[in-house]
Every structure is written in structure tokens, then in C-alpha cells.
């Protein structure tokens, strides 16, 4: 009864270094998103993916970049990190069964760039 | 601007008391509305959505909210709150169909006293 599962959990890291973060899906799901959540500003979209093999920008997609290359998942990568990406970030992915579905949220990843 | 608003921050309410969170949108048309909920550490879970018909809706864990056209909002209740409602909740809304994108507002603390 996984769901969404987004590793890891928490990480630091140096501003310049790289990292991917990986968020994986068992329901089989066809549209998955990434988002950042800072404080007061709830949760805001960095890309998503209708399927496999396609991606599309959010409303805060620089710094950041994602694959799909299977449709189970979907990660997100920092190029070059800097202290603006300190933040949590959330994966999740839902259903193309008729307009409106739910999405389904992973825990979270909590990132820290110093 | 296309937006979601929620205009309390944070909210206390006694245990027992009843709760009404505000959820404002300003779009052309009708969006696709939705409540999460969003325990400590934890991601997001769907409360309840709205898309026609009938614009009192019932969610999960006894809550429900009311579509008013009128006032372009989407206010969440629950008669009597508890304990484990202490959560933050955000509003949420899907525009651009085909992809479900979310928009989220920026989120309301509930804070529940004895």
C-alpha cells in the first residue's frame, strides 16, 4: 500500500552541488507533478508529466530539471544548488479517469542548501 | 490575476467548537475546487472537491464546504472540531483541464485548544 514514495527524506547540501530526488508511484498513475512548498506561500508547481516520456513547466521550473522515463517515475533534479531551493518538496500523481481527479502526495523531501 | 485566496493565516479554535475556513477564487468560470489537509511531516490528503451540482459537498473526517457562486468561495466547516484536526489546510483549484494542474492558496494553521 505504497502510494507515492519520495527518497530521501531530508538532505544537505552545498550550494553548487547537484542532486536528484526521486519520486515513485505504484497506481499506476499517468499525470505526476512536483511542487515546492515554502512558508506563506503554501504549495507551488516546478514541472509535471501527462505520461511517460513527457514533461512541461510549472510556475517555478528555473533551477530545476525532470525525467520521465518510466511512467512509475518521475524525478527532479538541481543542477547547481543554491540556498533559494532551500525548501520541501512534494511529488504526487494522480489518475486521467475524468477531469478533477485527486491527487496523491508523497511525504515530502526536506532539502537544505547552505 | 487568476488567484486563490485564503485569508486567515492561522486559526484557534477550542475543541468542541465548530470551524468555518475561507477559501476565495477569482477566475472567469467555475473552477474545480478543492480542500487537502496537511498533518505535521506528513503530505497532503484530499478533504473533499466540488465540480457541479449540488454546491454543499461532503468530505472526509466530517468536514464539508459550500459552493457560493455569488462569492466565488468555497468556505470549509466542521460542526465540531478535535484534537487530530490540528492540521494546515489549503485550497486548491484546477483550471487547465487535461493536465490537473493544482493551484494552490497559500494555507490556514488550525490550531485546536482543550
Known amino acids: 500500500n505504497a502510494g507515492v514514495t519520495q527518497t530521501p527524506k531530508f538532505r544537505v547540501l552545498k550550494t553548487g552541488q547537484s542532486m536528484t530526488l526521486l519520486c515513485a508511484q505504484d497506481?499506476?498513475?499517468?499525470?505526476m507533478y512536483w511542487y515546492r512548498q515554502d512558508p506563506g506561500m503554501g504549495l507551488r508547481l516546478i514541472h509535471y508529466?501527462?505520461?511517460?516520456?513527457?514533461?512541461a513547466k510549472g510556475e517555478v521550473p528555473d533551477g530545476y530539471n525532470v525525467s520521465r522515463l518510466k511512467k512509475q517515475n518521475f524525478l527532479l533534479g538541481l543542477e547547481s544548488a543554491a540556498p533559494s531551493q532551500t525548501s520541501v518538496y512534494f511529488c504526487?500523481?494522480?489518475?486521467?479517469?475524468?477531469?478533477?481527479?485527486?491527487?496523491?502526495f508523497g511525504d515530502g523531501t526536506r532539502l537544505s542548501i547552505l | 490575476a487568476q488567484s486563490v485566496t485564503q485569508p486567515d493565516i492561522h486559526i484557534t479554535v477550542s475543541e468542541g467548537a465548530s470551524l468555518e475556513l475561507r477559501c476565495n477564487y477569482s477566475?472567469?468560470?467555475?473552477?474545480?475546487l478543492f480542500w487537502y489537509v496537511q498533518s505535521p511531516g506528513q503530505g497532503l490528503q484530499l478533504l473533499l472537491k466540488?465540480?457541479?451540482?449540488?454546491?454543499l459537498v461532503q468530505g472526509i473526517k466530517g468536514f464539508e464546504a459550500e459552493f457560493k457562486r455569488s462569492q466565488s468561495s468555497f468556505n470549509l466547516r466542521k460542526p465540531s472540531v478535535h484534537w487530530s484536526d490540528a492540521a494546515e489546510y489549503f485550497c486548491?483549484?484546477?483550471?487547465?483541464?487535461?493536465?490537473?494542474?493544482?493551484?494552490f492558496g497559500t494555507g490556514t494553521r488550525l490550531t485546536i485548544i482543550p
Open positions: 508529466s501527462v505520461g511517460e516520456g513527457t514533461t
Open positions: 486548491a483549484v484546477v483550471l487547465n483541464f487535461g493536465n490537473e494542474k493544482l493551484t
Open positions: 466540488y465540480f457541479s451540482g449540488d454546491t
Open positions: 477566475y472567469g468560470a467555475t473552477p474545480y
Open positions: 504526487a500523481s494522480s489518475t486521467t479517469g475524468g477531469l478533477g481527479q485527486p491527487q496523491h
Open positions: 497506481m499506476n498513475h499517468e499525470y
